[in-house]
């Protein structure tokens, strides 16, 4: 497998340091609000990343935090009225109910910053006795930047003259380099109310952001770890900072790939919750979209191209995901044809090494997706040529071929489980279509033209054929 590396900024091969076992980490959300489908996109290629390692064969350990103390969640705990822990707790179920939504396996842990708290202190500690941060007179704790030759490395912005800084804050009167960045912050009137408060040497405080996702990642994966992921935005200072911290805590290297997921756009904008122009994953449940729709949508473009979200993408991916289910439905009810298989099962074989070979080089997703298109085009030419009939061994390949696209897309299962739910409807789907096929043949056209517009509405398209009526669903419910 090759993966482009940030912070080589090559696209390298990759072998797990330790044989069989790949430990990864995944910055994970903040949680102070519900995640938008911008954050999703990038939780959505960690779960991609996470279905393929397993896919390849390997054990992985795949950890993705949640950030529960931090600004944003102390305000809007402050703001809500509620402890810290009531607060985040609320959005911690909601990004655990929206990964089950998008079919997410479960990943191997999801640390709360707040559940390794002893952990920071000591790490702080040691940072401080290695010379390479300082007690300031505010009461906080810097990281040295200056202590560390190899900042800016990932980022290209280590220079002294602090380029990629914002503004200068109040604290920066603290620092002896306006780069240092607090590992530790002494109590606030603000983090005291909503209980964001422990005990250190340095007096009662919390701990920095960037501080919390080091010692995560070290403690539960080691001092190296194999992949580091994070949205593109993360890059500088979020992970300059860490690998600064991890590498002069441990004196190894902090991760050996670096993998940054690009920005989600809509109308050529960053989807943020500061811009206002963002929807969240309930938000498209509501309007009738099917969880697999989201996700293939969120995964059409390689996570390092672009990707503008419009409703029109998202329509794209509906027909596209039908399309899948449609083909899989065809070919299961597909009628056994005598004799011999016509070679779909080694065009299947061909196929489907096409979509690992793709997903191997740095997951190159619509690459793979093509190699799938082709299998499912060339399938439905040869159930038309051979009237709808194939052989066992065709179809079973077929489908295997199929189902193991799917273990690393992970839309097809998805959809169909997500129509199970409307299940019941099948049944009543199909008596409907029957009533409408006798009111036709008693030449009743008033009661099959009712029955028509009452499915369409539903979004259900009825094709006759000289076989019978064929019903699909064009989009699901309103
Ligand atoms: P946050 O909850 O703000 O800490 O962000 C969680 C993850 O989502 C981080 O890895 C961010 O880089 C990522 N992220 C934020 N906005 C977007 C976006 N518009 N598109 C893709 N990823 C994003
Ligand atoms: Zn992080």
């Given amino acids: 497998m090759k993966l482009h590396d940030s912070l080589t900024r090559r696209t390298?091969?990759?072998?797990?340091?330790?044989?069989?076992?790949?430990?990864?980490?995944?910055?994970?959300?903040?949680?102070?609000?519900?995640?938008?489908?911008?954050?999703?996109?990038?939780?959505?290629?960690?779960?991609?990343?996470?279905?393929?390692?397993?896919?390849?064969?390997?054990?992985?350990?795949?950890?993705?935090?949640?950030?529960?103390?931090?600004?944003?969640?102390?305000?809007g705990a402050a703001d809500a009225g509620l402890r810290l822990a009531e607060h985040t707790e609320t959005f911690v179920k909601a990004f655990l109910d929206d990964a089950k939504t998008l079919g997410f396996l479960p990943f191997s842990g999801h640390p709360r910053a707040t559940a390794h708290i002893p952990a920071m202190v000591a790490f702080v500690e040691g940072l401080v006795e290695r010379g390479s941060a300082y007690l300031a007179a505010d009461g906080s704790v810097y990281y040295a930047v200056t202590s560390f030759d190899r900042y800016g490395r990932l980022s290209g912005k280590g220079?002294?003259?602090?380029?990629?800084?914002?503004?200068?804050?109040?604290?920066d009167f603290e620092k002896r380099d306006p780069r240092d960045f607090a590992l530790w912050k002494p109590a606030q009137a603000a983090d005291r109310e909503v209980g964001a408060v422990w005990d250190s040497p340095w007096g009662p405080g919390r701990p920095g952001w960037h501080l919390e996702c080091s010692v995560m990642a070290t403690s539960l994966l080691g001092d190296t770890i194999d992949i580091h992921l994070g949205g593109e935005d993360l890059l500088f200072p979020h992970h300059e900072n860490?690998?600064?911290?991890s590498e002069a805590a441990t004196g190894e290297p902090f991760a050996r790939f670096w993998v940054h997921v690009k920005h989600l756009k809509v109308d050529a904008r960053k989807m943020s919750k500061s811009l206002g122009n963002f929807h969240t994953?309930?938000?498209?449940?509501?309007?009738?979209?099917?969880?697999?729709?989201?996700?293939?949508?969120?995964?059409?473009a390689h996570h390092r191209s672009e990707l503008n979200f419009t409703r029109d993408g998202l329509d794209d991916a509906t027909a596209?995901?039908?399309?899948?289910?449609d083909f899989r439905r065809r070919l299961r009810d597909?009628?056994?044809?005598?004799?011999?298989?016509?070679?779909?099962?080694?065009?299947?074989?061909?196929?489907?090494?096409?979509?690992?070979?793709?997903?191997?080089?740095?997951?190159?997703?619509?690459?793979?997706?093509?190699?799938?298109?082709?299998?499912?085009?060339?399938?439905?030419?040869?159930?038309?040529?051979?009237?709808?009939?194939?052989?066992?061994?065709?179809?079973?390949?077929?489908?295997?071929?199929?189902?193991?696209?799917?273990?690393?897309?992970?839309?097809?299962?998805?959809?169909?489980?997500?129509?199970?739910?409307?299940?019941?409807?099948?049944?009543r789907v199909q008596t409907l279509v029957e009533a409408r096929e006798q009111a036709r043949a008693a030449r009743d056209f008033a009661t099959a033209d009712r029955i028509r517009d009452e499915l369409a509405a539903e979004g259900i398209r009825l094709e006759d054929t000289p076989g019978g009526t064929r019903w699909t669903r064009v989009r699901t419910g309103p």
């Fill in 281 to 300: 994953v309930r938000e498209l449940l509501d309007e009738g979209y099917d969880p697999a729709a989201i996700r293939w949508t969120l995964l059409s």
């Fill in 159 to 171: 220079g002294e003259d602090g380029a990629g800084r914002a503004r200068i804050d109040a604290e």
């Fill in 242 to 245: 860490e690998i600064a911290q």
């Fill in 334 to 427: 597909s009628p056994a044809s005598r004799g011999d298989g016509r070679g779909l099962a080694a065009r299947a074989a061909e196929h489907l090494a096409a979509f690992g070979r793709a997903l191997d080089d740095d997951l190159n997703v619509p690459r793979a997706t093509a190699a799938l298109w082709t299998l499912v085009k060339e399938v439905n030419t040869e159930l038309d040529g051979a009237g709808g009939r194939v052989a066992r061994t065709d179809r079973e390949a077929v489908l295997g071929a199929l189902a193991e696209m799917d273990a690393v897309l992970g839309v097809v299962g998805l959809a169909e489980s997500s129509r199970k739910v409307a299940g019941a409807d099948e049944e």
């Fill in 320 to 325: 596209a995901v039908q399309r899948l289910v």
């Fill in 12 to 75: 390298r091969r990759f072998e797990p340091l330790r044989p069989g076992r790949v430990t990864v980490y995944g910055c994970g959300p903040t949680v102070y609000d519900f995640a938008h489908i911008g954050n999703f996109r990038t939780f959505a290629v960690y779960d991609l990343l996470h279905r393929y390692l397993r896919w390849r064969g390997h054990e992985v350990d795949f950890v993705v935090n949640f950030t529960d103390v931090d600004d944003k969640t102390i305000t």
